[in-house]
């Protein structure tokens, strides 16, 4: 079993929708959980940090919980611009805080 | 610019030959990690500095590959004798508190 699990998708969503995506980790001790935004050849970028509390960043909205170890996040009025791979990373005290990815998830927004 | 910056960009190199990528972290972050990636993956970890100590390396890291980072400054990740299965995009993040990756080295062994 993966550390981290995502459907690859892709997922093909009219523009102006709402998508969800999950993530599932298998380590308890993760601590830190992160999404990222990879484009078609670029490195990885930070879209989110994901707190216990769920936060939200405009359209942006991500959630953790713990009990189930699952992450998600919610893209709102989605734009053509959101295209792009979602990568899920949790990070473990207990692995000096090296990123465990998940595949990520393709995301088309269609026009 | 005082991002993470790698060199070269892109890199390709026969089977067999040995290669060296470089990676200029942020000044004042103690962390660099570097980590590969292949097509429809996510990175994977490959080895983690602190300062100038070399405190993890992945069982990915095979006799082939070694990393330095000799003044606990930049760092280079070496690769002897490449094979095709090392063509994948070679990540470096620098962190202090939150993570800075730079833009990669694609490497192409053919």
């Known amino acids: 079993r993966k550390e981290v699990e995502q459907d690859p998708g892709p997922f093909n969503v009219p523009e102006g929708a709402t998508v969800a995506f999950n993530c599932t980790y298998s380590n308890s001790a993760s601590q830190s959980f992160f999404w990222y935004r990879q484009d078609c050849r670029k490195e990885p970028k930070l879209l989110m940090s994901?707190?216990?509390?769920?936060n939200e960043d405009g359209r942006f909205t991500a959630q953790l919980n713990r009990a189930s170890q699952y992450i998600s996040l919610l893209i709102r009025d989605s734009k053509l611009s959101d295209s792009a791979t979602y990568l899920c990373v949790v990070a473990a005290m207990d692995s000096n805080y090296q990123l465990i990815w998940g595949a990520g998830t393709k995301l088309i927004i269609k026009p | 610019d005082t991002g993470v910056s790698q060199d070269p960009r892109h890199k390709i190199t026969k089977r067999g030959q040995n290669v060296t990528f470089r990676c200029d972290p942020i000044s004042e972050h103690n962390r660099l990690y570097w980590y590969r990636q292949t097509l429809g993956q996510g990175p994977e970890f490959l080895t983690y500095f602190q300062n100038e100590a070399q405190l993890e390396k992945s069982r990915l890291l095979s006799d082939r590959f070694s990393a330095e980072r000799p003044k606990g400054s930049f760092s280079t990740l070496e690769i002897q004798r490449t094979e095709q299965g090392d063509s994948a995009m070679y990540l470096c993040a620098s962190s202090l508190d939150g993570y800075t990756f730079g833009s990669g080295t694609r490497l192409t062994v053919v």
């Open positions: 994901v707190y216990s509390s769920g």
